[in-house]
């Protein structure tokens, strides 16, 4: 998998590329992220990347001739993988673990982190395949967002995790919350680890756990366990 990211401030990447798991990803040669500077495509001495939007809006745009010549870079670069443009926006679709999933399925993605109010509509209509959110609130652009996509799909390649059954027991894998985990010691405070999970009985802990998390989803994220009611009959 080949993530290809285009920024205004690409050191802030080395928070995932040179830590945990997508920087064991990347020296097990199962990802690659490479980072490019959307300034280094501009041809003023100031370097200019954003301007006032039409309109009388206020904020400001990045604007699309060095936005465009980086994506025409980008796509050079992935020329012979097939490969999808994602534009990190709180306009987008918001991500989901389906989406991750469909996402594993590319061998290159093309990430546009937007900043200021966003990025010209026209680079939009040309470039961008999908347009991804992270959650219904506003950051201040979108390397944090793009950061998490990298991780969020990272992750879910084969051979990336030590252990393909962690993934399996996260949150959303099957379209509910993860149960509760407990570690040692196993009295903490006086309160004791769930006995079952002591039994070694797998199929026993396999249904507590099962109850466990749909009881937390109906809780906390009535959405998902009615979906996930209605996909059992």
Known sequence: MFF??????????TAV?????????IEKEIVSVHVDDIRSYTTDRHRTVDDYPYGGDAGMLLMPIPL??????????NSTRSNTVVYMSAQGEQLSHKRIVEFTSQES????????????????????????SVGDYVVSGGEVPAMILIDAITRL???????????????F?????????????????GVSVPK??????????????????????????????????????
Not at 4 to 13: G, M, N, Y
Request: aromatic share 8%; net charge negative.
């Open 109 to 132: 993605i093309i990430i546009v982190c937007g900043h200021y109010k966003g990025i010209d509509q026209r680079i939009i209509d040309k470039y961008v395949d999908v347009e991804v």
């Open 173 to 189: 894998f099957n379209g509910i919350l993860g149960p509760p985990h407990y570690t040692r010691p196993e009295v903490y405070e």
């Open 17 to 25: 590329t040179e830590v945990s798991i997508v920087k064991r990803a």
């Open 4 to 13: 290809d990211v285009l920024t205004l401030f690409p050191s802030v990447f």
């Open 196 to 233: 079952v999970l002591l039994s070694g009985h797998h199929e026993e802990i396999r249904k507590f756990q099962y109850a466990e998390a749909l009881e937390l989803t109906k809780k906390r994220r009535p959405d998902l366990f009615e979906a996930h009611v209605r996909g059992q009959h």
């Open 68 to 77: 465009g010549k980086a994506l025409e870079a980008a796509l050079e670069r």
């Open 157 to 171: 390649l084969p051979g990336v995790l030590g252990n393909y059954d962690s993934a399996q027991g996260d949150s």
